[in-house]
């Protein structure tokens, strides 16, 4: 028997992949212009979950955590990538991108316009500054040309308004069987 349907507040705008998985119990929130990738994963079984607007999540990517610990609500801000098998039980701020496989931890608190490079981690309950880069075995840096630049994030932005407006075209969409 199929597990029931967390609860859902989906934007009518948001692209849901046939075979993205949405579980839990506690409320899943997906903003305009989300876009889930097949085989993604949505885990609100350990607190709620926040999508916001034009963020991605890619195949085999995890947001959320597993029932059983203490409860956490997760929050994803505006224009997010969370990469390929990235894994996140942490928030991230608006502008940031997870690279594929990387992880952030439980209880994490990723600022805005962060990158998490491939293969990188977050520790659990760590906290990164708005521009921080994680690189090359845990090493950080702040990104001094997005974080003096307003145009470059500006741009960025729009970058990843037109890269959700072509996966809108590329992923039949599912959301009505999570409504």
């Known amino acids: 028997m199929p597990a029931a349907k967390p609860p859902c507040k989906i934007h009518n705008t948001a692209i849901i992949a046939e ?6 119990t506690y409320l899943i929130e997906i903003g305009e212009g989300v876009v889930l990738h097949p085989y993604c994963k949505i885990r609100a079984e350990g607190g709620k979950v926040t999508i916001g607007k034009n963020t991605m ?7 959320g955590c597993a ?10 801000g505006d224009d997010v990538n969370i990469e390929t098998s990235a894994i996140v039980e942490g928030s991230i701020g ?4 997870v ?19 491939p293969l990188e981690r977050v520790e659990a309950g760590e906290t990164l ?18 974080e003096e630049h307003e ?13 959700v407006e072509v996966m809108r075209k590329m992923i039949p969409n599912a959301a009505a069987k999570w409504m």
Not at 19 to 24: D, I, M, P
Not at 94 to 97: A, E
Not at 99 to 117: D, L, Q, T
Not at 151 to 163: I, L, T
């Open 19 to 24: 075979k993205a998985q949405l579980t839990g």
């Open 151 to 163: 145009e470059v994030r500006e741009a960025k932005r729009v970058g990843q308004e037109k890269a």
């Open 94 to 97: 608006d502008g940031s991108t």
């Open 99 to 117: 690279e594929v496989s990387a992880m952030v931890g439980r209880g994490a608190a990723v600022g805005k316009y962060c990158k998490i490079a």
């Open 67 to 76: 029932q059983g610990a203490e409860m956490q609500d997760i929050f994803m």
């Open 57 to 63: 999540v890619y195949e085999r990517a995890t947001i």
């Open 129 to 146: 500054e708005d521009y921080t880069v994680v690189y090359s075995d845990g090493k950080r840096r702040i990104d001094k040309t997005m």
